[in-house]
């Protein structure tokens, strides 16, 4: 029997470590919160934006993935530069990630007679590029697992990582375009061979159109791709609707063979409630995931 619950137990470890080093934002995540995985989108709003996101903690698979994450997103006095911090806890199993970073961005701005978006938000004509920098500490409580006829299982570990990463972002009216690399470093400081932190590529890019010429609501179809070497291209298909920053809609799609959801709605011109939902269409793949985001913006908020 303790074989069984051995080979088990070593099985989950792999694929919590793989799990920590080629985890990418879900669907909801990257489309409200971009600065997590760019850091050019520093300092991207006219006011400080503050986002909560939290996700598994309401699903029925004990030692399933959870994480919940707080980032702050600020402009700075000069319109050109911009500030952002985050941290994110990620737990799975008897492995838990706590990680933190600052981020900064210079922007340039072009074509200012459209400075800013109307009815959906500050949305300004620029070049930015971007900088990050953070760590992880990584830690795997095995002693909890109670395997005591194998070496691998005698010590917990705890290994701490610093993090730094770049990025790109070109805005116009209703496209965009960027390219980052949030952990150049990956895993080559760390110490601890079970630890596989590889560095991770994203690009993506996203239009915005109206269905109407009252331009009361927006659609915002996007791609981002993510790349990992040794790892097969990773794909997020996504469209989102929304009306007068009233209420939104989303359907992504990831090639992982996941379907994400995701529905908001704006209470007042400053707070954003989203429910997002990811289901595996391949039980072997994946665990269904609740999440949560809570979204608050300073000053005129979204009413522009």
Known sequence: MIKIYKAIAILFL???SFG????????????????????AHAGYYEDIDATLVNSGFFNSVD???QNLSLTINAPLRSKNLGLA??????????????????????????????????????????????????????????LSLGILDDPEFQQNIHEFMPSL????????DRIYFGLSAPNLLGSTVSSERSINLKTA???????????????DVMVNPSVLIKYVSG?????????????????????????????NLLAGIHVGTNFKFLYNYSYALKGYNNINTHGIILNYRFGDGYER
């Open 165 to 172: 990463g770049v990025g790109f972002l070109y805005n116009k």
């Open 201 to 215: 590529y994203y690009s993506y890019f996203g239009y915005r159109f109206f269905t109407t010429h009252l331009e």
């Open 85 to 142: 911090g985050g941290v994110s806890v990620d737990q799975i199993g008897v492995s838990t990630a706590v990680s933190f970073f600052g981020s900064y961005s210079y922007k340039i701005f072009f074509d200012t007679e459209y400075a800013q978006g109307r009815w959906w938000a500050y949305d300004p004509n620029i070049i930015s590029f971007g900088i990050t920098a953070g760590g992880i500490q990584y830690n795997e409580n095995l």
């Open 63 to 65: 030692g399933s993935p």
């Open 14 to 16: 792999i694929q919590s």
């Open 20 to 39: 920590f080093a080629q985890q990418t934002p879900v669907f909801a995540n990257y489309s409200y919160n971009t600065v997590i995985i760019n850091p």
């Open 231 to 259: 790892v097969p291209l990773q794909a997020d298909l996504n469209l989102m609707v929304n009306y007068q920053n009233k209420v939104e809609f989303g359907v992504g799609y990831r090639t992982s063979e996941t379907v």
